[in-house]
Nanobody, 123 residues
Framework: QVRVMESGGGLVQVGGSLRLSCTAS????????MKWYRQAPRKERELVAE???????NYADSVKGRFAISTDNADTTVYLQMNTLKPEDTAKYYC?????????????????WGQGTQVTVSA
C-alpha cells in the first residue's frame, strides 16, 4: 500500500525559512509527477510548485524566487524549500504524487495525496 507523508511544517516568523519534505513508501516503481499544493482557510487549494514528468520545475507567481522544489537522488522524497516567508504563505501544504506502483504484479498508475503539514508565518 502506498503512503505519502509530509513533514517540516511549523511556526516561523516573517522572513524566515522552512523546508518541507514529502516521502512516498510502498511498492513504488516510479514517481512521474510531484506537486506541492497549499490551502489557506476559506480559500481554494492552489498549486505552489511542481516537477513534471519531464523534469521541468514550475512555480506559482506568488512564490517564484522564494520557493524551490527538489528531490533526493532516488526520487522518493520531494522537498519544498521556502525562504523569505510571508504571512500570506500561511496555509496547510499538501504533497501530491502521480506514481506507478506494483499491485498484484501489475504496474498501476495513480494519484496520491499526503495528509498535509501546517505552515504558519507570524508577522
Amino acid at each position: 500500500q502506498v503512503r505519502v507523508m509530509e513533514s517540516g511544517g511549523g511556526l516561523v516568523q516573517v522572513g524566515g525559512s522552512l523546508r518541507l519534505s514529502c516521502t512516498a513508501s510502498g511498492n513504488i516503481i516510479r514517481i512521474n509527477d510531484m506537486k506541492w499544493y497549499r490551502q489557506a482557510p476559506r480559500k481554494e487549494r492552489e498549486l505552489v510548485a511542481e516537477i513534471t514528468n519531464g523534469g521541468t520545475r514550475n512555480y506559482a507567481d506568488s512564490v517564484k524566487g522564494r520557493f524551490a522544489i527538489s528531490t533526493d537522488n532516488a526520487d522518493t522524497t520531494v522537498y519544498l524549500q521556502m525562504n523569505t516567508l510571508k504571512p500570506e504563505d500561511t496555509a496547510k501544504y499538501y504533497c501530491h504524487l502521480q506514481l506507478v506502483r506494483m499491485e498484484n504484479f501489475v504496474p498501476m498508475t495513480g494519484d496520491f495525496w499526503g495528509q498535509g503539514t501546517q505552515v504558519t508565518v507570524s508577522a
